[in-house]
Structures are given as C-alpha cells and as structure tokens.
C-alpha cells in the first residue's frame, strides 16, 4: 500500500471506529503494532475534558491559556506541536483545515508536507478538497471495504443535490418586529490589559445575512458573546441588543429568547443521553437537556426540520452517538427551530462532509432569502454558494482589532 494514504468518508460512517480499525491495522497491516499519533477533534476533545476534570493543562498553547479558553486555531497548532514532540511513527490528520484562518492553513498544510518526508501521514476526510498535496491514494469505504478513488470527478459523483422547497412553519405568528438587532457604538474590550477589540462599530438590522472574519484571534468569539449575553464586559459598553440598551436592566433570557445560537463548543455541553428530537426541541427552551413536556406544536416543528435534514429515522437515536457533522446540522436546527430574529452560526461547516454541505447551503441561503431572521455566519472558509450580504472583518493591531465592512457585489 502507499505510504501516505487519505480516508474519504461520509458522515453516516463511524469516525471513532475507524480510527480504532487504523491502529489496529485492519486497513494498513504493516503499522500494527507501531506508535500513532490522532490529529482530531477527537483528541482535543479528550484533552479538554482531562483538563476540566483534573484542572492541569496537558497541552501548552502559544498563548499558555487552557485549550477550553484558547480558539479553535490555537488549539489545532497545540494539538500538532505536541504530536511532533512525540516522535510518532505515524500520523493520522482528521480534517486538517477546520477551524484555521488563511495563514493557519497554510502553515499548518506547510508542517505536513515537511513531516510527509519522516512520517507516514493517513488521512481522514469529509470534503474532497481537503485532500492533502502528498497524498498519494485515497480510498472510500463502502460496507467497511477499502476501494479506491480513481479520479478527483469521483468525489461529487454520488453527493446528491438537496433541494429545500419550504421552511418550517413559525413558532410565533406574532413575532416582535425589532428596527435594529445589535448595534455596537465604538466598543473596547481587553482582558488582563490585554486588548481585544478596539473601538469597534457595527450595526446589524432585521433580514440581513452578514459573515464575520478575521485571523484567529481576533475578537470574533468576543463580539459573538458580547452580542449573545455571555460576556458580563458587554454591561460597560455602549451596546444596544433588540431595543435594550446593555445594562439597563434586561435579562440574559430577554436576548436569548431573540437569538439562535451554534457554536461547535455547544455540543460539548451535552453530556446526556437526549434523543435527536429531544436536542431539537431543546432549542425552544434554550436548555441543555429537555426538563419538561413539550408541547404539540413543539414536536411537529422539531419533526418538520428532522425531516428538512433527512434525519427523522434517528429522531430516537441518542445525540452523544451522532457523527460529529451530523451533530453539527442536529444543532443547527436547534438553533434556527424558533425561527429567531438572530441567527449565530460560528464555523458551522467544519465537519460536515460534502452532502451534509450542499443541505447547509441550500438550508443557509433560503433562511436568508425568504425569512427575516438575520445572521451572523462566521467562517475562516470561503464556501463557493455561500453568499453573504455583507462582510464584517477584525483587523488585528497592536492596540486590538479594528472592524470594517468589506464589498462583496
């Protein structure tokens, strides 16, 4: 078999087990038995909870923060730098580019290709794209069988296309109609005098669909909890969410009832054994967990989009045991099953693989054509029929990132 070889999966196949079948050597005879390294979210997942759990940092990060309070692209550099410490045989790289700006990628891609020439690299992939440039085969699984990818036009062959003709029905007819969402009036944040985002405004109003970039970190996770009503910071800034000015005396539930949230952190919070209908219905109560009955009309909505998502004959599967992207698009329509005025999807397509990513696209665009929920899509990643609005960018400097809105047309 080649020496550097690539997995491409959907995520209907089981992730974890696959990698517990490469180690084993049930794919690769010739690694049994040799030292592996597992470069996924699999892995940091793994170090975060140690680090909840035993209060030591395992993993040192550039900015020596926790791996919980460091950002995604902090974490992955983290991640790598470890598993270079430790001298593995092998590699195997789950979804390599998730969750890192252009500069990331790059570096990260350009470490691979170095280690390409002293280790073995086995990758793991959801979206054809991602394949690395080294890679010398790549082979889909079909019934656990190792058949090989003749060509790159095989990748889309068999993703079909989903057409979404009509959204949910309104889980209030009678929805509070707000002028301005968020409005941010030269906004300054900083944690140990250290500055985070400096004089930043920004207004977002009803129906529009904006993204938020900038390089990992910047401030973007900063903003999302200024506006969401995670940041207690949020009370001494001039900040206006839903016709409430911050500090004046409103509820954190008085935004989170307006607001839609995903964010990949999200399904770590979920720890019990709730069903897929159950996360979903979750949603109308903004809980982790569903703690009492839900109502009629709360159960035909959650059935409507588990149909929306094709994913109706796992309404009674446990959650925790979902494919990571199908956990992503469970809590997505979690988040949008209100039909909120402001929907916060942060790096919502990492994980997904190429079916689950046309869904997306077509679910993502038609909530911006035809409701007037408003969203803030953050993403290090330009999806070619994703198509913004407008575009909010954190321009990093010495005294924090400054904003400015970018031209798309």
Known sequence: MSKHVAFYISNDENKKQLVKDIISGNYINEIKGLVSAVFSEITLSKFIEEELRHGEFYISTETRNSLKNSSQGERRKALLNYIIAQNPDYIIADNVLDSLDINSQKEILNTFCELSSKHRIIQIVNRGRDILPFIET???????????????????????????????????????????????????????????????????????FWQLIGPNGSG?????????????????????????????????????????????????SFKRSDTVENMIISGFLDSVGLYKKPSDRQILLAHQWLLLLNMDKVKNKSFRFLSEGHKRLVLIARAMVKQPALLILDEPTNGLDDSDLKLFTNLINKIAKESDTAIIYVSHRKEEFIKPDYVYELVPGQNGSIGKVLNVH
């Open 220 to 268: 973007k996770s900063t903003l999302l909890t200024l506006i969401s009503g995670d940041n207690p910071k949020a009370y001494s800034q001039d900040i206006t969410i839903f016709g409430m000015k911050k500090g004046s005396g409103e509820s954190i539930w008085d935004i989170k009832e307006h607001i839609g949230y995903f964010s990949s952190e999200l399904s770590r």
């Open 138 to 208: 790549v082979y889909k699984l079909p019934e656990n069988k190792l058949i090989p990818v003749q060509s790159i036009l095989e990748f889309d062959k068999d993703v079909p296309h989903h057409f979404i003709k009509t959204l949910p029905q309104f889980y209030k007819k009678n929805k509070i109609q707000f002028k301005s969402l968020v409005r941010f009036n030269k906004v300054f944040v900083s944690y140990l005098e250290r500055p985070i985002v400096n004089s930043i405004s920004w207004e977002i109003k009803p129906g529009e």
